[in-house]
Structure formats: structure tokens, C-alpha cells
């Protein structure tokens, strides 16, 4: 079983509001990241969890907060997010980020939320 | 930096015409290189993971094959439900960060 789940689907905020996304895997990954995707644009890496531990923050605003609870799950807080902040949110896993074995690097993404900020 | 491109950037088939999309990439290290298939406000699908140049990787109406500066993904007799845009990705062994192309959107029409 290849599957990553997030939930909601879709969100709409307000500027001044505050969520939750959340990312569950059961496939043993120790691996998870967030990425944003903008409408007809590839996906951009936010941030990268490692054995629970954040590795990679590219530079991502303090709006976004990202915690990793334990090795399945990962969710992404949204505080006080901008209009230009709408997009597609998606969370992907791999068994690892630094991987011994090719197949360990393989990312799995998940259907993404759908945010909307008015 | 590492630069992954794609083309075309779009492609419309008779239902059953074969073709062929690219991916170049310029990359220090190669990891892998990555195939996705992304349908409409969905979460990209992995498809082929690719490793060392010569290789080659199928499925159903899909096969995947790389050399060291580019990447083909060949598509057999397609139908309308291959419809979807098609992503390739490059994984760098310097930084471990997936980096994408912005894909070749392919409409099937029957």
C-alpha cells in the first residue's frame, strides 16, 4: 500500500483565522515533507521531516509552522496566511530522505488540500 | 543548479496515436529520476523511478527510459483516460531535494 491521506480536501480562512492540515502514512516512511503548488506550476518544497526531526525549511514563511508529532503523522498550521497563500498543499513520504537503498528516496504524495484564503 | 525541462508543453493524440514526451535535465549527481502523473487538483501519482542511464521501466501503455542527459516517456496506444499531466522530477545526491519540471499536459481525444 502506497497511500498518503490528507484531510480536508478543501479549506477556506480568512486572513485573520487560524488551521490545521493533516498528513497520515502508514507505510513505516521516516521520511514526510510538505510542498505547495500554485495552478499550472510544479510542486515547491516547504519543509522536510526526518525521523520526526525538521531537516529542510526552504526559507518558508512564519505563517506556515509545520509539526511532526510522531512517524506517521504530519500536519502544517496556518496563522494569519495571505491571499497569495492559495494553493494546492501537499504532503508526500518516503521510507527515507537520505536513503541507502534507491527505492528508499521514492516519494509518495498524497491528494493535497485545496486552500483558499480570502 | 540543477534544471530538469520539459516538452512539449502540451500535446493533444488521437485516441491510439503513439507518442513520446522528453524530459532533459542537467543535474551534478543523479540520484533518480522520477515520473509522475498529476490529474486535475489531485496529488501528483508516482509512476517510474529511474537510477542509472539504460534503463527502462514499464507499465501497461507507459515505458520510461533514461540517458544521461534526458529522459523519454513513451506512450503506447494511449486512451482518453491517460489524459493527465505528466511530471519528471531529478533527485540530487548533494542535496537530496526533488526538483521538477512543469510538465507536458497530454489530452487523449477519442
Known amino acids: 500500500d502506497t497511500e498518503v491521506t490528507q484531510t480536508p480536501k478543501h479549506l477556506v480562512m480568512g486572513m485573520t483565522n487560524k488551521k490545521s492540515l493533516k498528513c497520515e502514512q502508514h507505510?513505516?516512511?521516516?521520511?514526510m515533507y510538505w510542498y505547495k503548488q500554485k495552478a499550472k506550476k510544479p510542486p515547491e518544497l516547504m519543509f522536510v521531516y526526518s525521523y520526526e526531526k525538521l531537516s529542510i525549511n526552504e526559507s518558508v514563511p512564519s505563517r506556515f509552522s509545520p509539526e511532526c508529532p510522531n512517524s506517521s503523522l504530519l500536519n502544517l498550521h496556518l496563522h494569519a496566511l495571505q491571499p497569495e497563500d492559495s494553493a494546492l498543499y501537499l504532503c508526500?513520504?518516503?521510507?527515507?530522505?537520505?536513503?541507502?537503498?534507491?527505492?528508499?528516496?521514492?516519494?509518495?504524495f498524497g491528494p493535497g488540500t485545496r486552500l483558499t484564503v480570502l | 543548479e540543477d534544471q530538469v525541462t520539459q516538452s512539449p508543453e502540451a500535446l493533444r493524440l488521437q485516441e491510439g496515436e503513439s507518442s513520446s514526451l522528453n524530459c532533459s535535465y542537467t543535474v551534478s549527481g543523479l540520484r533518480g529520476l522520477f515520473w509522475y502523473r498529476q490529474d486535475p487538483g489531485k496529488g501528483p501519482e508516482f509512476l517510474f523511478t529511474l537510477y542509472s542511464a539504460g534503463e527502462e521501466k514499464e507499465k501497461e501503455r507507459l515505458k520510461a527510459t533514461l540517458t544521461k542527459k534526458e529522459s523519454f516517456l513513451h506512450i503506447t496506444a494511449p486512451k482518453p483516460e491517460d489524459s493527465a499531466t505528466y511530471l519528471c522530477?531529478?533527485?540530487?545526491?548533494?542535496?537530496?531535494?526533488?526538483?521538477f519540471g512543469t510538465g507536458t499536459r497530454l489530452t487523449i481525444i477519442p
Open positions: 508526500a513520504s518516503s521510507y527515507r530522505r537520505l536513503g541507502l537503498v534507491n527505492r528508499e528516496v521514492e516519494q509518495f
Open positions: 522530477a531529478v533527485l540530487n545526491f548533494g542535496n537530496e531535494k526533488l526538483t
Open positions: 507505510m513505516g516512511h521516516r521520511a
